[in-house]
């Protein structure tokens, strides 16, 4: 699976600021407009903690990818 180094702890936790911020990273490492939109349609699919699970399951903290 494919994932998206970004921050999450310690960033703003609004859901709307993590899906803008998902978007813009995906983007940038050349996810395609569908790959996005597939994840965006499943993290949206539920509360927030299944939106943040969803976001788990597809980002890397950037110190993770350093390993």
Do not use: C
Not at 15 to 43: N, P, S
Request: hydrophobic letters at 45%; proline letters at 1%; glycine letters at 8%.
């Amino acid at each position: 699976m494919r994932k998206v180094t970004m921050r999450l702890v310690g960033e703003d936790g609004n859901a709307f600021a993590i899906l803008g911020r998902f978007q813009r990273e995906a983007k940038a490492a050349g996810w395609t407009h569908e790959e996005i939109r597939a994840v965006m349609d499943e993290a949206t699919s539920g509360d927030y903690d299944h939106l943040l699970a969803v976001m788990m399951a597809h980002v890397e903290e950037p110190d993770q990818a350093d390993r």
